[in-house]
């Protein structure tokens, strides 16, 4: 692009248009994937949507890469790209709550910590992730799971209608009125179909939470993993939380002498009433013996980010994924074998349920399809040193494929890989060529292909 192109964007926009030779380059560039180091030829900190419009506009005209930024979590890197055009959405992160109707609409760049400070001070939530961090957009997209799932739905579940710019620079309302295809796709079809510049969610009265971690033995994960499977089976859906393989950090509540130590853990959320929490909880606790806990009533925005400090942005990722249908004998050894191998204490190993609500959705009736699944898994391989990148992705890369033979063929698109392009069909089983069709019909060029990629 020469600079009389650029200048062209910069009349077209009101936020800043950042290339190489501008101050502040190589911060605009960074996303939270250390080992993404991705040289755009501008970033666009776009304002508001009509910033969006222009910067889709122009990626088109100069037949230049696009891609798209929200929280900017993504773990391949799909929020830059070399030598393309950024649409960066992190500036925008307005919330606003309407408590009489229980709804909330949210811009394209906030994050879960936004959503829930907003939401919270008027007792209402939706399913939100696991990590504040994370960018509302990403999480909604490829579909939404967190610890309010197996009550409440995923977070794309919740969502009413989204305002979206399509390849030609339109700004579209999607709904179940409005463009109702393309609604159907955005509910995990990720990022294929345009860039989502905010969304209208439905919310639920969740003020305080009872739960947090419960740190077990190793010699316990077999107990754990089993008993926990068992009991999330036909719990009530108010109780989420997922087990864990996770090197102790040093916080207060774990004794000094185990800092280091390796543990499979639960972390519990207890999202009915309060009197009930102790209760709900204890079936936990009854598993194995404790070696530490910090469990009690506390505000869910405060257990959604109670991992923020683990996972801060610079550090290097490589995950894997599968959904899982049953905890077989057969995952549960390969678990054990890998998981206490987990490498940094900013790796770990989720074994989310995505039973309850999430069943209640058919198939068909959203992009996100497998809602036979009673687990989505994230082998979640983070560290801060460079050194470590092979041994470490070799670690994950193990564990995948000691634990995909007892899983399902596809897994959540937000936990995978750069090298998972080879499993989008089946990350989408029989709802792959309407997501197709739908591609077709509003990106029949792939502009937006930046992302795990449906391709026409």
């Not at 997209?141 to 995923?154: E, K, P, S, V």
């Not at 890998?338 to 609500?357: D, K, Q």
């Not at 992009?367 to 990148?389: H, K, L, S």
Request: net charge negative; charged share 20%.
């Amino acid at each position: 692009m020469g600079s009389s192109s650029i200048g062209s964007l910069r009349e077209r926009v009101r936020g800043p248009v950042v290339t190489a030779d501008s101050e502040g380059y190589d911060e605009a560039r960074k996303v939270y994937n250390a080992m993404i180091d991705r040289r755009p030829a501008a970033v666009v900190q776009c304002a508001h949507a009509g910033d969006v419009m222009a910067t889709v506009d122009f990626a088109r005209e100069n037949e230049l890469d696009l891609a798209v930024r929200g929280g900017g979590h993504s773990v391949p890197g799909f929020g830059t790209c070399d030598d393309g055009v950024v649409a960066d959405l992190s500036g925008m992160r307005g919330v606003r709550v309407d408590p009489r109707r229980r709804t909330v609409r949210v811009e394209g760049g906030a994050t879960w910590g936004d959503f829930n400070a907003a939401t919270h001070a008027f007792g209402l939530a939706t399913t939100g992730g696991i990590v504040s961090t994370t960018g509302v957009a990403g999480l909604t997209l490829g579909g939404g799971i967190g610890y309010l799932a197996r009550g409440l739905g995923l977070s794309c579940d919740n969502l009413i209608s989204a305002d979206v710019v399509t390849a030609d620079g339109t700004l579209l309302v999607a709904s179940e009125d409005e463009h109702d295809d393309l609604f159907w796709a955005l509910r995990g079809g990720g990022g294929n179909f345009g860039a989502v510049t905010s969304f209208e969610f439905r919310l639920s009265p969740v003020e305080d939470v009872y739960g947090g971690p419960l740190v077990y033995e190793l010699e316990d994960a077999g107990t754990v993993l089993r008993s926990f499977s068992e009991l999330i089976s036909d719990a009530p859906e108010q109780l989420g939380g997922f087990p864990a393989f996770q090197i102790a950090p040093p916080l207060p509540f774990i004794p000094e002498n185990r800092h280091g130590d390796t543990f499979i853990l639960i972390v519990a959320c207890w999202a009915g009433p309060m009197d009930e929490g102790e209760r709900a909880v204890q079936r936990f606790r009854d598993i194995a013996p404790v070696v530490a806990e910090h469990v009690g009533p506390m505000p869910y925005p405060a257990l959604n980010s109670a991992f923020d400090a683990l996972v801060p942005p610079g550090l290097q990722h490589y995950w894997k994924a599968n959904f899982v249908t049953e905890l077989s004998d057969a995952a549960i050894s390969a678990h054990l074998e890998h998981g206490p191998r987990v490498p940094a204490v900013n790796s770990t190993v989720h074994i989310y349920p995505i039973n309850g609500a999430c069943h209640r959705v058919a198939p068909e009736d959203t992009a996100f399809a497998y809602r036979d699944a009673t687990f989505a898994t994230v082998i979640a391989g983070m560290w801060p040193d460079p050194a470590d990148n092979e041994a470490n992705t070799a670690w994950v890369r193990d564990y995948y494929r000691a634990t995909a033979p007892h899983s399902e063929e596809g897994g959540y698109v937000n936990f995978m890989a750069e090298d998972d392009q080879d499993r989008i069909r089946a990350n989408y089983r029989g709802n792959y060529e309407r997501l197709v069709e739908v591609k077709r019909t509003y990106d029949p060029g792939n502009l937006f292909h930046v992302n795990q990629n449906i391709t026409l």
